[in-house]
T-cell receptor, first 111, second 115 residues
Framework: RKEVEQDPGPFNVPEGATVAFNCTYS??????FFWYRQDCRKEPKLLMS???SGNEDGRFTAQLNRASQYISLLIRDSKLSDSATYLC????????????FGKGNQVVVIP | GAVVSQHPSWVICKSGTSVKIECRSL??????MFWYRQFPKQSLMLMAT?????????EQGVEKDKFLINHASLTLSTLTVTSAHPEDSSFYIC???????????FGEGSRLTVL
């Protein structure tokens, strides 16, 4: 099983709608998780950190399901500016502070 | 907040030449920095972990003699693509973790095109 798996999509979302996607991880010992946003030809930028059951920031909600080993990201009231790739990032097992990246969920918000 | 600066942003070079990319942590010390490569429509792929004052740790399949990494100070790591070829054309990104913020910061990325 890959360390981090994401469905690349694309997820085509009408403006104003809600979209949610999951990221599964293999390391059951992982304690922290991150969602990064990456715009085309740009570097990833931190969107949200998840340390316990979940986190919420405005229209964005991240939830952690330890039993099933996945984290989810939900975007409410989608804006055109939300179009981007959302990367799931999980610390790797080797204890060297390296992070494993998923392939990303590509979100396209449609007017 | 912490910032990681990468230079150059764009570089075009002829096949066979070497290219150096710099990664600097501007307001924090980074004993460890990471180098990634990203091809179009693909995820970030970790190439190597750069450790200050010691040799870098390379991921499987990454040629250490081709991708030279030097981490001479707590704020600077460099990646040199030696004898670059067109297949090395990619988006190279560095990152460093600021443990006071607990966040991984990325450089702006360097887009390399080898002709």
């Amino acid at each position: 099983r890959k360390e981090v798996e994401q469905d690349p999509g694309p997820f085509n979302v009408p403006e104003g709608a809600t979209v949610a996607f999951n990221c599964t991880y293999s390391n059951s010992a992982s304690q922290s998780f991150f969602w990064y946003r990456q715009d085309c030809r740009k570097e990833p930028k931190l969107l949200m950190s998840v340390y316990s059951s979940g986190n919420e920031d405005g229209r964005f909600t991240a939830q952690l399901n330890r039993a099933s080993q996945y984290i989810s990201l939900l975007i409410r009231d989608s804006k055109l500016s939300d179009s981007a790739t959302y990367l799931c990032v999980v610390p790797q097992r080797d204890g060297n502070n390296r992070l494993a990246f998923g392939k990303g969920n590509q979100v396209v918000v449609i007017p | 907040g912490a910032v990681v600066s990468q230079h150059p942003s764009w570089v075009i070079c002829k096949s066979g030449t070497s290219v150096k990319i710099e990664c600097r942590s501007l307001d924090f010390q980074a004993t460890t920095m990471f180098w990634y490569r990203q091809f179009p429509k693909q995820s970030l792929m970790l190439m190597a972990t750069s450790n200050e004052g010691s040799k870098a740790t390379y991921e499987q399949g990454v040629e250490k003699d081709k991708f030279l990494i030097n981490h001479a100070s707590l704020t600077l790591s460099t990646l040199t693509v030696t004898s670059a070829h067109p297949e090395d054309s990619s988006f190279y990104i560095c990152s460093a973790r600021d443990y006071s913020f607990g966040e991984l910061f990325f450089g702006e990325g360097s887009r390399l095109t080898v002709l």
